[in-house]
């Protein structure tokens, strides 16, 4: 007799998990929301702000005087294009060199007050009385100071930058996490090695903290510094045609500011997401 037996399928390779195909189908769609939402939701907020812009203009619930309709302030962009392309650029300039000069004292100083406490205890009233001030009332005693141009303003944008940088340094810098500080002193490691090892690594997100609250404060001390000393930027194009009733370039400056800050603050993000990639990943769950 002839035997019959029932023929096994050759098992070439290992057959793929369905659940891990599943996975990475999930992983897949996820990014890709995540990706679609990140353009999407900020650009559909503009959307509803103009939305209300408009609806704010169109029902005169403020003077037109005051606030025009979002038509006119696009127009004042058409009109001069070039001018207010120019005065953008020395504003962005002006924020860019005042927030430099600010993150770097304002770190120096932060360490500072992180490696003693006599100097913390001896300056830090000082640096809250001063950040305290409103800085408006020093944009005529810088005028009398520093003359007119970009030495008021610079000043003026540091003095608003540096406390937060200031303040989140030395935060950082006291409040290393208990296990690495234990694992610094099992190996016996000196200051600067933990220093520069452990400490200021753990301070990183902090430190970012400072410098994503002092970006936009820098644009704000700009223009404030531009109305008292400038003689070109933004805050004195506002300056000078609000004075003379033409509202919509006014506020069409106004808006090159936001549009400004808002760009400077994504690059600060962009550059802390690619500078410390272990944060996003072990802090938070979104």
């Known amino acids: 007799m002839t035997d019959v037996r029932s023929a096994e399928p050759a098992v070439t390779g290992p057959a793929p998990s ?16 995540a990706g ?10 503009l959307v509803v702000a103009l939305a209300v812009w408009w609806l704010v203009a169109r029902l005169e619930l403020i003077p037109p005087a005051a606030l025009p309709p979002p038509g006119g302030v696009f127009s004042a962009f058409v009109d001069k294009p070039a001018q207010m392309l120019e005065h953008t650029w020395a504003t962005l300039l002006e ?69 937060p940088i200031v303040l989140s340094t030395a935060t950082g810098l006291t409040t290393t996490p208990a296990d690495l500080a234990e694992l610094v002193r099992s190996w016996n490691a000196s200051r600067w090695q933990a220093f520069r090892k452990v400490r200021f690594p753990a301070a990183l997100p902090q430190i970012f903290v400072g410098l994503k609250v002092a970006m936009p404060l820098a644009a704000i001390g700009a223009v404030i510094g531009e ?26 400056a106004i808006l090159l500011v936001a549009l400004v800050s808002i760009l400077l603050y994504s690059a600060l993000v962009l550059v802390e997401r690619i500078a410390l990639p272990w944060v996003r990943e072990t802090t938070s769950s979104r």
């Open 227 to 252: 109305f008292q000393a400038g003689e070109k930027g933004l805050g004195y194009v506002i300056l000078q045609y609000a004075g003379v009733g033409d509202y919509a370039t006014a506020w069409a």
């Open 18 to 33: 369905g659940a891990g195909l599943q996975a990475r189908r999930a992983g897949r769609g996820a990014g890709l929301r």
């Open 95 to 163: 924020i860019l060199i005042g927030f430099a000069l600010s993150m770097a004292a304002g770190v120096l100083i932060g360490l500072s007050l992180a490696s003693s406490r006599a100097v913390e205890r001896m300056f830090t009233p000082l640096l809250v009385a001063v950040n305290a001030v409103p800085k408006i009332t020093l944009g005529p005693l810088l005028v009398v100071a520093l003359g007119w141009g970009q030495k008021p303003i610079l000043t003026m944008v540091f003095l608003l930058c540096f406390f």
């Open 36 to 45: 679609t939402g990140a353009a999407l939701l900020p650009a559909a907020g």
